[in-house]
C-alpha cells in the first residue's frame, strides 16, 4: 500500500466518530492490507509465539552453556598456572639433587664408618641439604616418581635404556640409573631404568 493511499484512508476517518464507526473503518483498513500485513489468528499469534519462545530458549540455554565452559576453562588455567608455574625453576633444580645424591653414593657403607669426625659431618650436612631440597621441591607438587625394582614400567614415566637378564618379572623395571620427576600429575623429567628381560636362565 502507498503513502498515499495510507493518507487517503486515514484522511477519511473522523477523529471525532464513535467507537463503532472507528471499528468499521479499522476493518476496512485490514481488509484491504496485504495478506502478509494483515492481523494473525490468535491460534497463529500463539504458535508464532511459541516458536520465538523456543528459539529464545535454545539461544539462552547455549549462552549459558558457552559461559559454564568459559568459567571452566578458567579455573582450569588458573588452576595449572599455579602448579605448573615453577616448572622450568624446579626443572633447573633436578641437576642440584641429582649431584647431592651422587656425592651421598659416592662412599660405601664402610668407607662412611671410617670417617673423622668432621667428615661424618660432612656428610650428615650433604643428607640433610638433599633432604631440605626433597622437602622444599614437594611443598610445591615436585614428587619424586617411583622407579624401585619390581615396580612396572610405565613409557610415560620412565625412560627406558637397557633391558636386562635379572631376577625381576619380565618387563618390570630392573634398575634406576637417573631418578624421575613429576610436578602435579606432568612427568617433569622420566626416571631413566633398565626394564627387566627376565631369568638368564
Not at 50 to 58: A, V
Not at 97 to 118: C, F, K, M, V, Y
Request: charged residues 30%.
Amino acid at each position: 500500500m502507498s503513502d498515499e493511499s495510507k493518507n487517503s484512508e486515514t484522511a477519511d476517518i473522523d477523529p471525532n466518530a464513535s467507537p463503532a464507526d472507528l471499528k468499521a473503518a479499522a476493518d476496512d483498513i485490514l481488509k484491504s492490507a496485504p495478506k502478509e500485513q494483515a492481523e494473525l489468528s490468535p491460534e497463529e499469534a500463539m504458535q508464532k509465539l511459541e516458536i520465538e519462545k523456543e528459539e529464545m530458549r535454545e539461544q539462552l540455554l547455549r549462552t549459558l552453556a558457552d559461559l559454564e565452559n568459559t568459567r571452566k576453562r578458567a579455573e582450569r588455567q588458573v588452576t595449572d598456572a599455579r602448579i605448573y608455574a615453577i616448572e622450568k625453576f624446579a626443572g633447573d633444580l633436578l641437576s642440584v639433587s641429582d649431584n647431592l645424591g651422587r656425592a651421598l653414593s659416592a662412599l660405601s657403607e664402610e668407607d662412611r664408618n671410617a670417617l673423622s669426625e668432621p667428615g661424618r659431618n660432612l656428610f650428615e650436612g650433604i643428607e640433610m641439604t638433599q633432604k631440605e631440597l626433597h622437602t622444599a621441591l614437594a611443598r610445591h607438587g615436585v614428587t619424586a616418581i617411583a622407579a624401585e625394582p619390581g615396580d612396572t614400567f610405565d613409557p610415560n614415566q620412565h625412560q627406558a635404556v637397557a633391558n636386562i637378564p635379572s631376577d625381576q618379572p619380565n618387563g618390570t623395571i630392573a634398575s634406576c640409573f637417573q631418578p624421575g620427576w613429576k610436578i602435579g600429575e606432568r612427568t617433569l623429567r622420566a626416571a631413566m631404568v633398565a626394564v627387566s628381560a627376565g631369568s638368564a636362565n
